[in-house]
């Protein structure tokens, strides 16, 4: 069985930063990247991609993926992020340099989050469009990270997408049929992660099950997230196989199927 994490963080693994909380939760996590890796490859997820979430943490996810051949990586800034990056031009060329490395196979994550606001809006917008331009000069898909703000998202990505097509998965989704509909119909991958597995919503397990199967890929977004049944630990890519078994059963499908189609629009949507 062949299984691939899509969006994970562990290039910032061994960077413990005060005001980074992503670095500050793997510092508790007593395992190298080496480990981590590892563990992964023997549960079966032979492929990782590491996602930039600031300029620092995308920088760290190049040089992971280099290191690593079974590890590919994405640049991106957050929507969290987008006011320290609205005025300084510095992240663009530097993420202009870094794109033409062949371990860069996507841009993002990026996109609007309207539900914390912890970026004034139109940051979020601007910051949002400068990627989404950078993806299509290259033809690279993007990693979208979408929360309570659907309807400016689809404008933006209706504009764009008319003048050139955008390959892309929505991250963590878990919204609702509606915009689940109106992605699918541009050809937006979805990616699924643990949530699913404790969800308490009937209406969202309904909709995982809903989704097609040339739309779906799998992801961990550790080290959040923990599937059931290790809640209460920190998440790390070789959880992917536990996301996987519990999606086929509610499908209602075999884990090898799962596992099959969805490492081949992984590797479809990725080129890798």
């Keep these: ?43 079966e997820v032979q492929k990782l991609i590491v996602v930039g979430c600031n300029l620092d943490e995308s920088i760290w996810a190049v040089e992971v993926a280099r290191k690593y051949p079974n590890v590919f990586c994405s640049i991106g800034i957050h929507p969290h ?30 996109g609007l989050d309207f539900h914390y606001n912890y970026s004034r809006q139109t940051n979020q917008l601007k910051i949002l469009e400068q990627q989404i331009e950078l993806a299509l000069s290259v033809d690279k898909p993007i990693i979208f990270h979408v929360r309570d703000g659907f309807d400016q998202f689809f404008k933006i990505f ?22 689940l509909e109106l992605a699918l119909s541009q050809n937006l991958y979805i990616g699924v992660n643990g949530i699913a597995t404790f969800c308490k919503d009937d209406n969202l397990l309904k909709l995982y099950k809903k989704i097609p199967t040339q739309n779906l890929i799998l992801e961990t977004d550790s080290p959040y997230l923990t599937p059931i049944p290790f809640r209460g630990t920190i998440n790390t890519p070789k959880n992917v196989k536990q996301i996987a078994r519990f999606l086929a059963e509610l499908r209602g499908e075999e884990l090898e199927y799962l596992a099959e189609y969805t490492t081949n629009n992984s590797q479809k949507l990725f080129s890798i």
């Design 1 to 43: 069985m062949k299984l691939i994490d899509t969006h994970c963080h562990i290039q910032d693994i061994g960077h413990n930063l005060k005001d980074n909380n992503t670095t500050n939760i793997w510092a508790k996590l007593d395992q190298t990247i080496d480990q981590v890796i590892k563990e992964a490859i023997d549960a």
């Design 81 to 110: 992020e987008a006011d320290n990056y609205s005025i300084d031009k510095e992240w663009i060329e530097v993420f202009k340099s870094l794109i033409q490395d062949p371990k860069v196979v996507a841009v993002g994550e990026c």
């Design 158 to 179: 209706d504009k764009y997408n008319s003048k050139s097509q955008i390959r892309g998965v929505l991250h963590s989704y878990t919204d609702n049929l509606q915009n």
